[in-house]
């Protein structure tokens, strides 16, 4: 099974970006089919992005569409999501997640399709 760490969350003000990092271990990560979810306080995880195995195809959840950005390098066995015009209600723990098994390339949107999970990071914005 890999191991998801990500990095690089942190503290911005509204309008600000970040980039998160989800470096794998333990196994290749063009194995998988990768996906981005965010908890806010109080409120369930939802989804935020996806990706396929090659990279070839994203999805994004409408709240983030334009402003989010998902990739993946293979080769350094890690998963990025580059987040721009940042607004308060991003605010959340942010999920790196992975979809072992994945024999086609394609996208995973649904929570209890992931079976890997990273252990989350912080991003607040601030207003």
């Known amino acids: 099974q890999v191991q998801l760490v990500e990095s690089g969350g942190g503290t911005v003000q509204a309008g600000g970006s970040l980039k998160l990092s989800c470096a794998a271990s333990?196994?290749?990560?063009?194995?998988?089919?990768m996906g981005w979810f965010r908890q806010a306080p109080g409120k369930e995880r939802e989804f935020v992005a996806a990706?396929?195995?090659?990279?070839?195809?994203?999805y994004y959840a409408n709240s983030v569409k334009g402003r989010f950005t998902i990739s993946r390098d293979n080769a350094k066995n890690t998963v990025y999501l580059q987040m721009h015009s940042l607004k308060p209600e991003d605010t959340a723990v942010y999920y790196c997640s992975g979809v072992s098994g994945s024999y086609r390339d394609i996208y995973y949107v649904t929570e209890t399709d992931y079976d890997t999970w990273g252990q989350g990071t912080q991003v607040t914005v601030s207003s």
């Open positions: 990706i396929s195995r090659s990279g070839g195809v994203t």
């Open positions: 333990g196994r290749t990560l063009s194995n998988y089919a």
